[in-house]
């Protein structure tokens, strides 16, 4: 396998008591990535291999049954909670079908949750295949380590903007919203994108893949390939740390290839604000923000957004699951 191009961070200084100064370094080396492309590979995270190889291998089982068994659960019986499975070309990232399926969950909430009692969209139970039992508990323990690992890194990314180490937490992620997704590719002939070019909506984005490769990253020098590292998780940053910090972190257009040979999984985990937080610029980034909306992959300015976390996410998957957006919307 050839070097990364994208910088490796251990970050396991976040995930003990280490010395200020290893922090202090640490941060740095954040900063340089977040300034640069945004996107580097952490270890030292403390995610347990043999729990990752056990989503792996009930994610393949999931994803080899007949599309009716896979139905029994699809994202239409999750209502406005979107959870559950979606087929092949039905997610359009970036106004094209991806060339992937998948499966949506997200924080599990009981109906007696006061947001899924008022209905709030993306709240509620997630959907479970009862033809994969063993599925359930892994996933929630995976959501859950890798929620931690987002918390701690969130400290090292303040520390590395001068700001206070649990600023994150305090203002936008006491009660972080939480999505994590297992997506299939399967080899194809079609030309395609598996994802197309976009950019992720919230904070922090942590990313498990298999083997096979084809994630990419458009970074100041151009589209380089993100390949798998024995071990590590893929970190990139998302919009709302490009609009906390007027554009002085980044949030890095990614795509990932149509697989062509040998099937792909990949397991984001999206760590983002509260659903009800609202997102304006950081004290001392307001002054001087960079627009670069006509750059952008969707020429649209997130710096230009007014509102909460949940406004924002909710108009994001309404363009990239209009139909079912459209039928969720008509049920209310
Ligand atoms: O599957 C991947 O490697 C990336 C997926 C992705 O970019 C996303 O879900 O936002
Ligand atoms: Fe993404």
């Known amino acids: 396998m050839t070097a990364p191009a994208l910088p490796v961070l251990d970050i396991s200084p976040l995930c003990r008591d280490a010395p200020g100064s290893e922090r202090d370094r640490l941060a740095r080396a954040i900063a340089d990535a977040c300034r640069d492309s945004g996107f580097f590979y952490v270890v030292g995270h403390g995610l347990d291999p043999a729990l990752l190889a056990r989503l792996d291998a009930l994610s393949r089982r999931f994803f080899a049954a007949p599309a009716a068994d896979k139905q029994a659960i699809a994202m239409r019986h999750g209502g406005r909670a979107w959870r559950g499975w979606f087929p092949l070309g039905d997610e359009l990232t970036s106004g094209q079908p991806d060339l992937k399926e998948g499966l949506y969950f997200g924080t599990e909430l009981s109906a007696d949750h006061p947001r899924v009692r008022a209905d709030t969209p993306l709240h509620g139970a997630n959907l479970w295949p009862a033809f994969v039992p063993g599925l359930q508990p892994v996933v929630l323990a995976v959501m859950a380590r890798l929620a931690d690992i987002a918390q701690r890194l969130l400290t090292g990314i ?162 990239v699951f209009p139909a079912l957006h459209a039928a969720v919307s008509e049920q209310t």
């Open 158 to 319: 303040a520390r590395s903007l001068d700001l206070e180490p649990d600023y994150f937490r305090r203002h936008y992620t006491g009660e972080p919203t939480q999505l994590f997704r297992i997506f299939h590719y399967p080899a194809t002939a079609r030309e395609g994108w598996g994802v197309g070019e976009h950019t992720d909506y919230g904070l922090l984005t942590l990313l498990a893949q298999d083997d096979a490769g084809g994630l990419q990253v458009k970074t100041p020098r151009g589209w380089i390939d993100a390949p798998p590292l024995a071990g590590a998780l893929v970190c990139n940053l998302g919009d709302m740390l490009d609009r906390l910090t007027g554009g002085f972190y980044r949030s890095t257009p990614h795509r990932v290839r149509g697989s062509t040979a040998r099937d792909r999984l990949s397991f984001p985990f999206f760590f983002d604000p509260a659903w009800d937080a609202e997102i304006v610029p950081l004290p001392r980034r307001a002054a001087d923000i960079s627009d670069d909306a006509a750059d952008r992959w969707d020429r649209a300015s997130v710096h230009a957004f007014r509102g909460t976390y949940g406004d924002y996410l909710l108009a994001k998957v309404a363009r």
